[in-house]
Nanobody, 123 residues
Framework: QVQLAESGGGLVQAGGSLRLSCVAS???????????MGWFRQAPGKEREFVAK?????YYADSVKGRFTISRDNAKNTVYLQMNSLKPEDTAVYYC????????????????WGQGTQVTVSS
């Protein structure tokens, strides 16, 4: 398991931007750079859905492609999600996940999660 802590959520108007951060604890069996890191989100009454992941390459959900950018700083054990052109339908709790090299777009393929950070986009 990896301890993860998200930050950067908040309230923003449609068309605005936010940058989420997720810091992994240095007290971990895993080498951060070897982990696949992902962002998922969960809106009220809905299942947790994939947003983006970064391992050897990046991959995005169609709904955020061209608007969101995932990146990582291995020296800081941190992964980021830059969110631009936000829409009301992006409103959700955003979760950071850590998985192995085979982690895909399924939440079940990630073994560690943060507590989440709320993103609210007003129209």
């Amino acid at each position: 398991q990896v301890q993860l802590a998200e930050s950067g959520g908040g309230l923003v108007q449609a068309g605005g931007s936010l940058r989420l951060s997720c810091v992994a604890s240095r007290r971990t069996f895993y080498t951060f750079s070897s982990l696949t890191m992902g962002w998922f989100r969960q809106a009220p009454g809905k299942e947790r859905e994939f947003v983006a992941k970064i391992g050897g390459s990046t991959y995005y959900a169609d709904s955020v492609k061209g608007r969101f950018t995932i990146s990582r700083d291995n020296a800081k054990n941190t992964v980021y999600l830059q969110m631009n052109s936000l829409k009301p339908e992006d409103t959700a709790v955003y979760y950071c996940g850590a998985g192995g090299v085979r982690a895909d777009t399924a939440a079940s393929s990630f073994h560690s999660w943060g507590q989440g950070t709320q993103v609210t986009v007003s129209s």
